[in-house]
């Protein structure tokens, strides 16, 4: 049912509804009494009726002291005109009403066909969402908004190469899909795009479908949670068949973790329409086929609440991570937005680029047209810098409170801190080399230093250990440094938490005490994980022994805390040098950390 008539009819039943209430008022007539006709007799023969009106059976009468009454004839009276005659009184009357024996009907009527109406307007609805063979895909109130003809390609995505490099394969899938089946490959199924809002997982996800030229189907995760159960489940069969019809094309599910969230998990309660939802997804996804092309790529912010289903091989297996942009990044992301805009001879996107650390590149294109609308106010005729500094200024005090927009300062305090585990993590024995340091934000994370390999460790030796919990203090030791102890921040919280953990493990599971010895004083053997956090051992190990696993794991901190800070006092002129490459590029990657390790001047390329 359109809108339109929605309004209509809710207005035709209020209008009913209103002269259903007049009328009725009316027919109460609440002045006068309703007496008995014996009542009405006696009156009338005591003299003390001045008018008499008659309507069929029903008698209104005035008494001589004003007040009005009804009555009904019980019978068929003949005598009843010659003695109202007798008495002299006003005798008026109409002739019986015939419609209102329809009108009465109908009024009576009125609130049992009305409510009957609304139930099957609300059966009908249901069957409309729920019913298997629902042939009203459009008319169901799903909102799938399919775009036939996207004119995104990759061109239009800057700042994310690694996300861009890691979805362009599936452009290829999607071209040509028997190229790889030949081969008996599997095309991927699912693609989970990780990051914060705005960085551009819609807009990616656009660009494959327009690079591959096929249509491109979205919606939202929050649409499918809805008050009816069953309505969710329904509206992605509906959107798995519609695909089916006009494949290839690529599903795009926006905040999929309204749906996908741990099932019987706290957060929602066992919400019983997310979890027959999601199930629906699960045997979609199982049942239909990649290789006939499409392809579902969903986005979320926060993978941590994803159900473990929706992970697994076959599922969302492929995840890409787009993260928010760096310096190089924005910089070209302004080139993409200004070139609808007519710019002043004085802008250089480089420097603007500079000057909005943490910026998404939704804040970008908004920093862009808010310049515009600022020249434009003015009565500009092209965009200058000056219009660009309002505009920052403006979208920088409006986002207040958000954690990612980071001033100056902060940029050089992290910087210091993540050089200060970068070198260490140079200088220190069997370390896995640093190959990429960032100070564009991360998750709640300031800054990033990515250590190759990050995974696959299957047995690490002591040594190893050691310099990892002293690469771990790096960052902090480089704040103190450089701040002195009173200025370091709690930025190191995780740093911290992950190196007691190690020492924990090193003194109470791997026997790497000389005091303890190798012995286990752990409960749960079966939580090997290296970086666990969970113990859970104190049951069985006495008051005593407790004390020197403490005492342990604070001597063998220390000794790594205290090298790290020789080892960066030694270097403080690397430490400068790197925070300087930070501040000018953000992200700096091996190479040009060799060349910082080794004094040289940092190679800048582009990368
Ligand atoms: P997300 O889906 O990650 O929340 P969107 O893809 O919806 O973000 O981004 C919103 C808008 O911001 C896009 O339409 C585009 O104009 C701009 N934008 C975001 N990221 C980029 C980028 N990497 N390159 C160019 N423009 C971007
Ligand atoms: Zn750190």
Request: aromatic share 8%; net charge positive; with cysteine.
């Amino acid at each position: 049912m359109s809108d339109i008539s929605k309004r209509l009819l809710f207005w035709l039943v209020l209008l009913m509804f209103f002269v259903f209430i007049i009328i009725g008022w009316n027919l109460c007539n609440p002045d006068s009494r309703h007496v008995s006709y014996t009542y009405f007799l006696s009156s009338l023969n005591k003299n003390q009726i001045k008018k008499v009106h008659i309507n069929g059976n029903d008698i209104s009468f005035v008494k001589k002291n004003h007040s009005k009454y009804t009555t009904y004839i019980p019978i068929y009276d003949n005598k009843l005109l010659n003695n109202l005659l007798s008495h002299h009184i006003t005798l008026s009357g109409i002739e019986p009403r015939k419609t209102n024996i329809m009108l009465s009907i109908f009024i009576s009527w009125f609130p049992t066909l009305l409510l009957i109406g609304v139930w099957f307007y609300f059966m009908k609805q249901v069957k409309n969402n729920v019913g298997r063979g629902s042939r009203s895909f459009g008319k169901s109130k799903t909102r799938i908004f399919t775009d036939d003809k996207v004119t995104v390609t990759f061109k239009d995505v800057e700042g994310c190469d690694e996300a861009k490099e890691e979805v362009s394969e599936l452009v290829e899938y999607l071209k040509e899909p028997e190229k790889f089946q030949k081969l008996g490959g599997k095309i991927p199924k699912g693609v989970l795009m990780i990051g914060p809002p705005g960085t551009g997982k819609t807009l990616l996800a656009k660009a494959v479908a327009g690079e591959a030229k096929v249509s491109f189907l979205t919606l939202s995760g929050s649409d499918f949670v809805e008050m009816f159960v069953g309505v969710g489940a329904s509206r992605v069969r509906d959107i798995f068949k519609h695909a089916r019809k006009i494949a290839p094309c690529i599903i795009f599910i926006d905040e999929i973790d309204a749906v996908g969230r741990q099932r019987g998990s706290m957060f929602g309660g066992g919400h019983d329409e997310r979890e027959q939802t999601l199930n629906q997804m699960l045997v979609e996804m199982d049942g239909f086929d990649s290789n006939k092309g499409i392809i579902l790529i969903a986005a979320t912010n926060r993978p941590d609440i994803l159900d473990s289903a929706l992970l697994r091989p076959g599922r969302f297996d492929r995840q890409v991570v787009v993260s928010l942009p760096d310096l190089r990044g924005r910089e070209k992301i302004l080139q993409v937005h200004m070139k609808n805009v007519p710019l002043a001879s004085d802008v250089d996107p480089r420097i603007i680029a500079r000057g909005t650390p943490g910026f998404s590149g939704a804040d970008l294109s908004n920093l862009v047209n808010e310049s515009a609308l600022c020249a434009a106010r003015l009565n500009h005729k092209s965009v200058s810098m000056l219009d660009f500094e309002t505009a920052k200024d403006k979208i920088i005090m409006g986002s207040e409170r958000r954690s990612m927009i980071m001033t100056e300062q902060q940029k050089e305090f992290t910087a210091y801190h993540e050089s200060g585990h970068v070198i260490i993590g140079r200088l220190v024995p069997e370390h896995d080399p640093a190959h990429k340091v960032t100070i564009v934000p991360r998750g709640r994370a300031l800054g990033v230093t990515f250590f190759l390999p990050e995974s696959d460790i299957i047995s690490i030796s002591r040594e190893k250990l050691e310099s990892q919990i002293s690469t771990l203090y790096g960052g902090r030791i480089a704040e103190e440094l450089i701040y002195g102890i009173n200025k370091v921040s709690t930025g190191s919280m995780n740093d911290i938490q992950v190196a007691t953990t190690l020492a924990r493990n090193m003194v109470t599971k791997w026997g790497f005490s000389e005091k303890l010895g190798p012995l286990l004083y752990t409960e749960n053997s079966d939580d090997s994980s290296f970086f666990s956090t969970t113990f859970n051992g104190s049951k069985y190990i006495s008051d005593d022994t407790s004390r020197i696993i403490d005492q342990e794991m604070k001597a063998l901190i220390e000794k790594n805390y205290h090298r790290s800070k020789k080892l960066l006092r030694d270097n403080l002129d690397i430490l400068h040098a790197m925070k300087d490459a930070l501040m000018e590029y953000e992200t700096i990657d091996s190479v040009q950390i060799d060349d910082l390790m080794n004094r040289k001047t940092i190679r800048n390329y582009t990368r």
